[in-house]
Nanobody, 115 residues
């Protein structure tokens, strides 16, 4: 059974930084693309950043230049470095993986940007 566990969320002031981590219990982790998504209260879940098994990376326009997605295949972990955070980045952040045709989600980690 696939498990994804996010960590690293918290309360941060505008302009601050956080790094989210997502550990995955996935065999052959390096073969699968991973993604970070977020859902703010009253809004639909949206894609933030995705990273392929190769070198392809894509970001939502709202986070380009501020967020960086990366992966450590040796640790079965994907990261989301978030800089210059804004109040509108406040949301629950989830990671996901499309593993053998099924999409799995973590439990989410809360990020709150507020002064």
């Amino acid at each position: 059974q696939v498990q994804l566990v996010e960590s690293g969320g918290g309360l941060v002031q505008p302009g601050g930084s956080l790094r989210l981590s997502c550990g995955a219990s996935v065999n052959f982790f390096s073969m699968y693309g991973m993604g970070w998504y977020r859902q703010a209260p009253g809004k639909e879940r949206e894609s933030v950043a995705v990273i392929s098994s190769g070198t392809s990376i894509d970001y939502a326009d709202s986070v380009k230049g501020r967020f960086t997605i990366s992966r450590d295949n040796a640790k079965n972990t994907v990261y989301l470095q978030m800089n210059s955070l804004k109040p509108e980045d406040t949301a629950v952040y989830y990671c996901n993986v499309n593993y053998r045709g099924l999409v799995y989600w973590g439990q989410g980690t809360q990020v709150t940007v507020s002064s």
